[in-house]
């Protein structure tokens, strides 16, 4: 059930970054999606939150690093994980961006061969 979930999410993800541009990222963009990725997996440490932004990267766009994602693929997994944004223009990861987070991590261990890395 959890591989069949993950599967619909990154397809879903898929989908969204083919109807965005295919010119790159800034650099601010790149770091702007890296704290948006690393924010979805709160009560770890850094290494850990890296090393699972990595993973999911790995799993939904074949690249370990935000440098290789298109803007497309970077505003769709920006509108993925964040929602709200207050008077501040701060924006927060949703729930089930969280909850969704974790299956495409795991889901990405199991296509490796690998446990699944502790929520």
């Known amino acids: 059930m959890n ?23 800034s ?3 790149q770091q702007l999606l890296v704290r948006a990725l690393e924010a979805l997996f709160p009560n770890d440490d850094s290494q850990m939150r890296s090393l699972k932004r990595r993973s999911l990267l790995l799993y939904v766009f074949g690249v ?18 964040l929602v709200g944004g207050d008077d501040l223009n701060r ?5 089930q961006a969280r909850t969704d ?11 490796r061969g690998q446990g699944r890395l502790p929520f």
């Open 64 to 81: 370990e690093s935000s440098k290789y994602l298109t803007m497309g693929q970077a505003s769709a997994l920006i509108s993925w994980a």
């Open 91 to 95: 924006y927060e990861p949703s729930a």
């Open 27 to 29: 650099r601010a963009q």
């Open 3 to 25: 591989n069949l979930a993950a599967k619909g999410i990154k397809t879903a993800l898929l989908i969204r970054a083919d109807e965005g541009h295919g010119c790159s990222l």
């Open 101 to 111: 987070a974790a299956l495409l991590v795991c889901a990405h261990d199991e296509t």
